[in-house]
């Protein structure tokens, strides 16, 4: 069974999902099925199919949180001795060598990335570039259009 790494808060924003899903949406989606069948005839009834659809959503996201939980390997970097380091959790500041654009990323997990939060997957080419490298070192990334080059130039464990 292969442990899937997750951020405390990518673990936390998980558990609050499935809590609003169990507590709030499955109970109104029960409700919304009850008053859909007191209208009479299921077959012609869109109001009970879509409620029952939507049920079928709730119960396959709840079982997909659940087994995500299941295996996760909740990593709290800010519980990890700060280094010049590059590792999962992190948030490093690269600088472009060609531009000196200068970019933050956090290395997350693959469900909580999000490029426009400044959030990477571990897996993404550019943060496996990065991992295992320190303050100074050179990453090298291939990208469609060649390989770039970012110096990292701060790591945070934040």
Not at 86 to 95: A, D, L
Not at 126 to 134: D, F, V, W, Y
Request: glycine share 6%.
């Amino acid at each position: 069974m292969n442990r899937v790494p997750m951020t405390v808060e990518g673990a936390e924003a998980l558990r609050a999902e499935l809590e609003n899903l169990k507590k709030v949406e499955r109970p109104a989606v029960v409700q919304a099925i009850a008053e859909a069948r007191e209208h009479g005839d299921l077959k012609e009834n869109a109001e009970y199919h879509a409620a029952r659809e939507k049920q079928g959503f709730i119960e396959g996201r709840i079982q997909e949180i659940e087994g995500k939980l299941s295996l996760a390997q909740v990593i709290d970097v800010k519980a990890i001795e700060p280094s010049d380091k590059v590792i999962f959790g992190t948030t490093v500041t690269i600088i472009h060598m060609d531009n000196d654009q200068e970019v933050t990323y956090k290395i997350v997990g693959d469900d909580e990335a999000d490029v426009k939060k400044q959030k990477i997957s571990v897996n993404s080419p550019i943060a496996r570039a990065l991992i295992g490298k320190e303050v100074g070192d050179v990453a090298v990334v291939q990208t469609p259009s060649g390989a770039v080059e970012y110096e990292i130039d701060e790591v945070q464990h934040i």
